[in-house]
């Protein structure tokens, strides 16, 4: 049972590089999304779905794109890679049920330094 | 808008004494509350969750929360530490509704001494 697969698990760009990090869950759900971890700042929201074709903003969403057309993905892309992207990058799962808050399960983060 | 403080960074105890993690939450609506472990270079896994059920939560490796809503509180105890619960703990809110968007606390590292 793989769970939420996240890759790559390390990746270093230079400034103004594009590139994609990958999600995908084999639970069949629906809620997908993407977190930023920073020292001293917890995790922030950046991007999340409740299902195929629909995707929203979280908190800290500029210099970031993402898409949802399969259930079991969901790509973060950052369209030109500035230093202040540099940290860890957790996607997130769980069900959408009957409008109570589900638990998320978490893959084991990409960290992202950008030079 | 909901939100959640977690007071102390980083907590020292030693081990078998009782570890107290502090979370309170601000939220106009009955919150559901979590709490999340973290250990090094590894995902967030879920300790325990409150959904109205009961205000004494208990979840797992021994640990328990209580909500207690005059006080707007939701801390997380364990009654004697060990050394693997050396990690990052994280208190998370959710209004729940539609969407499943959680807002985490700035997180409190444990630390375990021998």
Known sequence: NAGVTQTPKFQVLKTGQ???????????????????????????????????????QGEVPNGYNVSRSTTED??????????????????ASSQNRDRVAQPQHFGDGTRLSIL | AQSVTQLGSHVS?????????????SSSVPPYLFWYVQ???????????????????????GFEAEFKKSETSFHLT?????????????CAVSPGGATNKLIFGTGTLLAVQP
């Open chain 1, 18 to 56: 594009s590139m994609t990090l990958q999600c995908a869950q084999d639970m069949n759900h629906e809620y997908m999304s993407w977190y930023r971890q920073d020292p001293g700042m917890g995790l922030r929201l950046i991007h999340y779905s409740v299902g195929a074709g629909i995707t929203d």
């Open chain 2, 13 to 25: 105890v030693s081990e078998g004494a009782l570890v107290l993690l502090r979370c309170n939450y």
């Open chain 1, 74 to 91: 969901f790509p973060l892309r950052l369209l030109s890679a500035a230093p202040s992207q540099t940290s860890v990058y957790f996607c």
């Open chain 2, 78 to 90: 364990k009654p004697s530490a060990h050394m693997s619960d050396a990690a990052e703990y994280f």
């Open chain 2, 39 to 61: 250990y090094p270079n590894q995902g967030l896994q879920l300790l325990l969750k409150y959904t109205s059920a009961a205000t004494l939560v208990k979840g797992i490796n």
